[in-house]
């Protein structure tokens, strides 16, 4: 299965980097995951804010569809949320950005290790996976809901 | 050191504020250890070096500590001694802490404490961080002779003759796990556990009524109340504390051990991940 060209950029680049590199590349992501956040005067088709018990904290997934059936998300993670979860939201935000819903539902998560590393990947970090699977259900929450309308 | 001298062992508690007069000490090591494993790497107490509970104290291969020549590997590479001490602290309340300051302890390194409140405490009282990553000279820590495996470590067979002989066993999670209606900690996903409840006999004390909101530890006074005026237990009590895989436990044992002054407290590192799948474990659910 192929990623989507952004993604797939960002695993190319970061399965090749020696793993200090790596670390230190996922810790620049997390440090921009409050850049994925909802801006002032931003408005959403669907806002879906939750903590649940997959995750540590609150975890706000703000998604836009554009004309095109292009999705777009932003994300607001409570203090809580673990450094790798912060990278991810960043990379995904980035990575599947203007995805249709339908390439959006065929991303498949197999690429986490290859981006986070075997080292990193493991008991206590599995939250890692959390955001992708929210990005795709508030997805289909948006679509179920233009099927009804 | 301690904000309260009545704990037995007051001396293993140190404050924020000690830290940050004390860390530029040589013959101090500020140890941080967590459970989110790239936190360090985003901003950690200066001088502090990172020790993580897989990495560098478990076994890769097998379920188990690393043996005494990593150990003594890992206390040399960051400038180690038998004589230094070495000061742990860490996210979720100390959780990660404590289990690396227990595994110092398996190893016989006797110079440990906690920094009161850990890690959220330092950031919510305005003190620095930095991202600097400390390069101590190497030291030749000796390798220890023993693991103290018999003395505060406890396996399955060890448990299961507890709970045959109805001898105290603590177990620290949450009252849903210790019940059996769920088979993993609130806010985290299923980390493969077969069978829900408890080992037979086992009483529930969660790890978090020992600490105040801010991840200090309850008072000594508070701490008897719970552990000794509502448990039951007594310093003397041949004691055994487990939760899913030994982080939490080790953070009660380090409460009976040192605040409390129980001399014989061992934790169960296997806990309920082993436990809940072991063919023929007894289960008790309530």
């Not at chain 2, 003397?236 to 380090?254: L, M």
């Amino acid at each position: 299965m192929s990623y989507p060209k952004k993604l797939a950029e960002i695993i190319s680049l970061m399965e090749g980097l020696p793993e200090m590199e790596r670390r230190e590349t996922l810790v620049s992501y997390a440090d921009q995951a409050r850049k994925q956040e909802p801006r002032e005067g931003e408005a959403f088709d669907l806002e879906d804010i939750r903590k649940d018990e997959e995750c540590t904290d609150s975890v706000g997934v703000f998604l836009k569809v554009d004309e095109a059936g292009g999705c777009h998300f932003r994300i607001k993670l409570g203090p809580q949320v673990q450094t790798l979860t912060r990278a991810m939201t960043t990379i995904l935000c980035k990575g599947l950005n203007g995805l249709t819903l339908e390439e959006l539902q065929a991303v498949p998560q197999d690429f986490v290790p290859k981006i986070v590393g075997a080292e990193l990947v493991r008991i206590r970090s599995h939250t890692v996976y959390y955001i992708l699977t929210r990005m795709k259900s508030a997805a289909m929450v948006w679509k179920k809901r233009q099927v009804r309308e | 050191m301690s904000s309260d001298s009545n704990y037995v062992h007051p001396e293993v508690l140190v404050s924020t504020e000690w830290v940050a007069e004390h860390y530029k000490d040589p013959s101090i090591r500020i140890i941080e250890s967590n459970e989110d494993i790239l936190l360090y790497d985003t901003g950690h107490v200066p001088g502090a070096v990172h020790i993580d509970w897989r990495r560098d104290l478990q076994d890769q291969l097998v379920r188990d500590y690393i043996q005494p020549s990593d150990f003594a590997a890992l206390c040399s590479r960051h400038g180690i001694t038998p004589e230094t001490t070495c000061v742990f602290y860490g996210d979720k309340s100390n959780w990660w802490s404590c289990y690396a300051l227990w595994v110092f302890r398996l190893f016989g390194h006797t110079k440990v404490k906690i920094m009161d409140g850990g890690r959220d405490l330092w950031i919510s009282q305005g003190r620095p961080l930095t991202r600097e990553v400390p390069n101590f000279s190497t030291s030749n820590y000796p390798v220890p002779t023993k693991r103290l495996d018999q003395e505060i470590r406890a396996f399955f067979e060890d448990t299961l003759k507890h709970s045959q002989q109805k001898l105290p066993l603590v177990d620290v999670r949450s009252p849903g796990e210790f019940s059996g209606e769920v088979t993993h900690m609130p806010d985290y996903p299923q980390e493969g556990v077969l069978r829900g409840g408890h080992v037979p006999g086992a009483r529930g004390v969660p790890w978090k009524r020992a600490v105040n909101e801010d991840a200090t530890f309850k008072s000594a006074a508070e701490l008897r109340k719970i552990y000794q005026e509502e448990l039951g237990l007594k310093p003397s009590d041949n004691v055994i504390a487990y939760c899913r895989i030994g982080e939490r436990s080790s953070h009660t044992w380090f409460v009976l051990t040192y605040l409390l002054g129980f001399s014989n407290v061992r934790n169960y590192d296997g806990s309920w991940t082993e436990w809940g799948n072991r063919v023929g474990a007894p289960i008790e659910r309530t």
